[in-house]
């Protein structure tokens, strides 16, 4: 239990007024911006109305675009158990009866079954505690606290088209200021306070130019082997042992659970990643695809996929796609190269999670 009173409660509202903190910083920034370039760049300083013209259009085109980024509980009786019960064996047999026909496959490094004793619920696959949020997060990538959010399955998609968008944004900015900035230390601009504000612009755009491009970059890796933060750092640990490449389809299949299959809505602020972000189809390899293959290794990786029981349970139609084959649960001939489980189930739910 966490503590309550006076004292505990005022803090926790400190917490919440310095959590916005970025937030604000980053406003403000952007207000500026938009006051330095439109107004002291491409009005004051600017001598060409064509070029005053394609630059205000232009600029306020990817300001617009910039600015559109937008349950596992257990039951009462089971609860009741579950504190009754001490920590141990007897504890971790409880949420095993009551886990037994839910679609996770993930554990804790000991093994055990992952539950938050915060929100009193077994984790589903991928999901985690945001000590900050102090809630559940479906499919945690980090807390970003530029946008005092949590990143996770309800909103990865526009994190990153807030990370392209941002770089675009930033990329334009220093590119049509940079001969102005130029001018500026050859004493090529008029003496008036544009200047600065043109200087200063520059060094922001380029400035932040680089650190997107970075974020980006990692985050478009992240993507194409389909990782979060958090299992990027520490792999996922299955009924089998760790599988860093666990949720691994291929490049193509793990774009699409991001995006959608709908290309025409990749670059749009449009929720349309597949799945439901409680469960996720699996590749259960051991051996990481990046590195040669040996007769050892896929023994001991048919060995343990062969000591693997799935649950007769069917995909979701909107995962069985992103598999090669539509296999069976239950198939029993297994080959170890290929992706096997996905998993489902519409009568559970979760609480919805921002």
Same mark, same amino acid.
């Given at each position: 239990m966490a503590p309550s009173g006076p004292g505990s409660s005022a803090r926790r509202r400190c917490r919440r007024v310095l959590y916005w903190i970025p937030v604000v910083f980053i406003t403000l920034l952007l207000g500026w911006?938009?006051?330095?370039?439109?107004?002291?760049?491409?009005?004051?300083s600017m001598e060409n109305t064509g070029e005053q013209v394609v630059c205000l259009m232009a600029y306020h085109l990817l300001f617009a675009i910039f600015k559109c980024i937008p349950q596992f509980h257990l039951s009462y009786a089971e609860k009741d158990l579950l504190e009754r019960e001490p920590r141990g064996e007897a504890h971790q047999e409880v949420l095993r009866r009551a886990a037994k026909d839910l679609p996770i496959y993930t554990r804790t490094m000991s093994g055990a079954i992952r539950y938050c004793d915060r929100c009193q619920l077994i984790k589903p696959d991928r999901c985690h505690h945001c000590s900050v949020c102090d809630k559940c997060i479906l499919k945690m990538d980090h807390h970003c606290p530029? @946008?005092?959010?949590?990143?996770?399955?309800?909103?990865? +998609?526009?994190?990153?088209?807030? *990370?392209?968008?941002? $770089?675009?944004?930033?990329?334009?900015?220093?590119?049509?200021?940079?001969?102005?900035?130029?001018?500026?230390?050859?004493?090529?601009?008029?003496?008036?306070?544009?200047?600065?504000?043109?200087?200063?612009?520059?060094?922001?755009?380029?400035?932040?130019?680089?650190? *997107?491009s970075s974020l980006f970059g990692y985050h478009c890796w992240l993507v194409s082997k389909n990782k979060s933060t958090l299992e990027a750092f520490r792999s996922p @640990?299955?009924?089998?042992?760790? &599988?860093?490449?666990?949720?691994?389809? %291929?490049?193509?299949?793990?774009?699409?659970? @991001?995006? %959608?299959d709908e290309k025409k809505y990749w670059l749009l602020p449009i929720f349309s990643s597949? %799945?439901?972000?409680?469960?996720?189809?699996?590749? $259960? @390899?051991?051996? &990481?695809?990046?590195?040669?293959?040996? !007769?050892?290794?896929?023994?001991?990786?048919?060995?343990?996929?062969?000591?693997?029981?799935?649950?007769? +349970? !069917?995909?979701?139609?909107?995962?069985?796609? *992103?598999?090669? &084959?539509?296999?069976?649960w239950t198939e029993s001939s297994i080959n170890p190269g290929k992706c096997k489980a996905g998993m489902s189930n519409p009568a559970l739910t979760m609480e919805n999670e921002t």
């Open positions: 911006s938009y006051y330095a370039y439109a107004i002291q760049l491409c009005i004051v530029w @946008v005092n959010n949590c990143v996770g399955f309800s909103n990865y +998609k526009f994190f990153l088209l807030f *990370l392209a968008y941002s $770089l675009l944004y930033c990329l334009f900015i220093a590119a049509t200021d940079l001969q102005y900035f130029i001018k500026f230390w050859t004493n090529g601009l008029p003496d008036t306070q544009a200047k600065f504000h043109i200087m200063f612009l520059f060094f922001a755009a380029a400035m932040f130019s680089v650190s *997107l @640990v299955f009924r089998h042992g760790t &599988d860093k490449n666990g949720f691994s389809l %291929g490049f193509s299949k793990n774009m699409r659970q @991001v995006f %959608g597949l %799945g439901d972000g409680c469960s996720f189809p699996t590749c $259960l @390899v051991n051996q &990481d695809p990046e590195q040669a293959s040996t !007769p050892a290794g896929l023994n001991s990786t048919a060995k343990n996929l062969e000591n693997h029981q799935f649950p007769a +349970k !069917p995909l979701r139609e909107s995962q069985s796609h *992103l598999l090669t &084959d539509s296999q069976s």
